[in-house]
């Protein structure tokens, strides 16, 4: 099926794994550049970013919807996690995106299935910690959409930061022939890092998810003041947090920006300070890297940069 999106390219849909197969292979066999977006569709400006960014790697540009069953745990919201095609087709043919791909949950997994693929090391800790079996998920889903799709390229966001991480990872000890590129993580205007369960918050919840990255930013000017005691850090991230009704943290640490390791004592840069919280019923993440002059992106945000 072949729609055209407002850039004239046109956008075709596939639903099926033997067709994207079949498109994959032979792009790669006409030595076409292919770039990769998975997501989960409810697409928002970060995603955006995502598919533009995929746009200057590639000659084609497949982006993937696909809500993975598999990353969710069993009192988790994924009967819930909000789905909109239409609005995700429209933005997918407004960034220029060529293929959407649509698998089917019976398709990703039918009957029998029984493969995991497990980051041992990479997976502990923070969010492998509050959603036990979340990540071997994600890197199923990873690892099966990389061989649908074949791309010379894949793009993730550094808002899951962890996530990003353990991808890597994973392409580096199973030698998968594909580039990961990590993207800056988008905020909206007030602060807020964009995510597609922002939907669930309510005018108020929104106000105390922001202590979020209020504290990340207060953590992060004390450090480009040159403050390098790990514990300040936390503290003044922290603190905003403290006064925040109906917040309840998960996690909030220092680690080493590549490795993942925990940092104590002094911060030797680059390191990101890594957060996890429920407002409300709403789970959110956010983070900050520490000596971001080192990293290769820069954080965005909508209407201007941080
Ligand atoms: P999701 O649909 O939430 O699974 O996300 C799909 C991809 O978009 C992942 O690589 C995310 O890290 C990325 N992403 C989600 N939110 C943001 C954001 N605010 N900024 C940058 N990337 C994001």
Same mark, same amino acid.
């Given at each position: 099926?072949?729609?055209?999106?407002?850039?004239g390219?046109?956008?075709?849909?596939?639903?099926s794994?033997?067709?994207?197969?079949?498109?994959?292979?032979?792009?790669r066999?006409?030595?076409?550049?292919?770039?990769?977006?998975?997501?989960?569709g409810?697409?928002?400006a970060?995603?955006a970013?995502?598919?533009?960014?995929?746009?200057?790697?590639?000659?084609?540009?497949?982006?993937?919807?696909?809500?993975?069953?598999?990353?969710?745990? !069993?009192?988790?919201?994924l009967?819930?996690?909000?789905?909109?095609?239409d609005?995700?087709?429209?933005?997918?043919?407004?960034?220029?995106?060529?293929?959407?791909?649509?698998?089917? !949950?019976?398709?990703?997994? +039918?009957?029998?299935?029984q493969?995991?693929?497990?980051v041992?090391?990479?997976e502990?800790?923070?969010?492998?910690?509050?959603?036990?079996g979340?990540?071997?998920?994600?890197?199923?889903?990873?690892?099966?959409?990389?061989?649908l799709?074949?791309?010379?390229?894949?793009?993730?966001?550094?808002?899951?930061?962890?996530?990003?991480?353990?991808?890597?990872q994973?392409?580096?000890?199973?030698?998968v +022939?594909?580039?990961?590129?990590?993207? +800056?993580?988008?905020?909206?205007?007030?602060?807020?890092?964009?995510?597609?369960?922002?939907?669930?918050?309510?005018?108020?919840?929104?106000?105390?998810?922001?202590?979020?990255?209020?504290?990340?930013?207060?953590?992060?000017?004390?450090?480009e003041?040159?403050?390098?005691?790990?514990?300040?850090?936390?503290?003044?991230?922290?603190?905003p947090?403290?006064?925040?009704?109906g917040l309840a943290?998960?996690?909030?640490?220092?680690?080493?920006?590549?490795?993942?390791? !925990?940092?104590?004592?002094?911060?030797?840069? +680059?390191?990101?300070?890594?957060?996890?919280?429920r407002?409300?019923?709403?789970?959110l993440?956010?983070?900050v890297?520490?000596?971001?002059q080192?990293?290769?992106?820069?954080?965005l945000?909508?209407?201007?940069?941080?």
């Amino acid at each position: 099926m072949t729609e055209r999106g407002e850039h004239g390219r046109g956008l075709t849909l596939i639903l099926s794994l033997e067709e994207m197969q079949g498109w994959a292979r032979d792009n790669r066999r006409r030595g076409v550049r292919t770039a990769l977006v998975p997501t989960m569709g409810a697409l928002h400006a970060g995603h955006a970013s995502l598919l533009k960014q995929a746009r200057s790697c590639g000659e084609q540009v497949v982006l993937s919807i696909f809500v993975n069953p598999l990353q969710f745990g !069993p009192s988790e919201d994924l009967a819930k996690y909000p789905r909109d095609l239409d609005a995700d087709l429209r933005l997918a043919a407004k960034t220029g995106c060529d293929v959407v791909f649509l698998p089917m !949950p019976a398709s990703m997994y +039918p009957t029998g299935f029984q493969t995991d693929v497990r980051v041992r090391e990479i997976e502990q800790g923070l969010c492998g910690a509050q959603r036990p079996g979340h990540f071997v998920g994600v890197a199923t889903v990873v690892l099966k959409l990389l061989h649908l799709v074949l791309p010379d390229v894949a793009l993730f966001g550094e808002k899951d930061y962890q996530q990003l991480a353990v991808i890597r990872q994973l392409v580096r000890d199973l030698s998968v +022939p594909v580039e990961i590129k990590g993207c +800056p993580l988008v905020r909206d205007e007030d602060g807020l890092a964009l995510s597609s369960r922002n939907v669930y918050l309510s005018s108020a919840e929104r106000q105390q998810a922001q202590r979020l990255s209020q504290g990340l930013f207060a953590a992060r000017a004390l450090y480009e003041t040159g403050e390098c005691g790990a514990d300040r850090l936390l503290a003044a991230a922290q603190e905003p947090l403290l006064r925040a009704e109906g917040l309840a943290l998960e996690y909030l640490e220092l680690r080493d920006a590549e490795t993942l390791r !925990p940092v104590s004592g002094q911060v030797a840069d +680059p390191a990101v300070l890594l957060v996890a919280a429920r407002v409300g019923k709403t789970r959110l993440l956010d983070n900050v890297i520490l000596g971001r002059q080192l990293r290769v992106s820069k954080e965005l945000r909508l209407g201007g940069d941080t």
